[in-house]
């Protein structure tokens, strides 16, 4: 697990700085040059944002089949982040199990593409 206890106190104008929106996974394949097991990912984040690329160590939960059509819940505007070969242009927002694999944060109930998270 990934716990590390409380983090500091901070502000709301932190929080309200992350633009997090949900997105519908529309492409997953393995990504073999990665360091760590992990799938390519493709996610559409609706007209104002469009289709975006990430990276997710997420193989030992999910299959490819699993994700296509899931909705997940991902930051949009952080910088983009070279892995191996790939550019990752959203960090995908997941939480450890009790075996320390990650199953992604996902909304309840099916949203609109780009809905922002508040």
């Given at each position: 697990?990934?716990?590390?206890?409380?983090?500091?106190v901070?502000?709301?104008?932190t929080?309200?700085a992350?633009?997090?929106?949900?997105?519908?996974?529309?492409?997953?394949?393995?990504?073999?040059?990665?360091r760590?097991?992990?799938?390519l990912?493709l996610?559409?984040?609706?007209?104002?944002?469009?289709?975006?690329r990430?990276?997710?160590?997420?193989?030992?939960?999910y299959?490819c089949?699993?994700?296509?059509?899931?909705?997940?819940?991902?930051?949009?505007n952080?910088?983009?982040?070279?892995?191996?070969?790939?550019?990752?242009?959203?960090?995908?927002l997941?939480v450890?199990?009790?075996?320390?694999?990650?199953?992604?944060?996902?909304?309840e109930?099916?949203?609109?593409?780009?809905?922002?998270?508040?």
């Amino acid at each position: 697990m990934h716990d590390k206890g409380l983090k500091p106190v901070t502000d709301f104008a932190t929080f309200t700085a992350l633009d997090i929106r949900i997105g519908t996974v529309v492409e997953a394949m393995p990504f073999p040059e990665a360091r760590n097991p992990s799938y390519l990912l493709l996610i559409n984040f609706g007209g104002e944002i469009g289709i975006k690329r990430s990276s997710a160590q997420i193989t030992t939960v999910y299959s490819c089949d699993d994700l296509v059509g899931s909705q997940i819940v991902a930051i949009v505007n952080f910088p983009a982040k070279r892995i191996a070969s790939f550019e990752s242009e959203v960090l995908v927002l997941g939480v450890g199990n009790s075996q320390g694999d990650v199953v992604l944060l996902q909304p309840e109930r099916c949203v609109p593409d780009g809905t922002a998270v508040y």
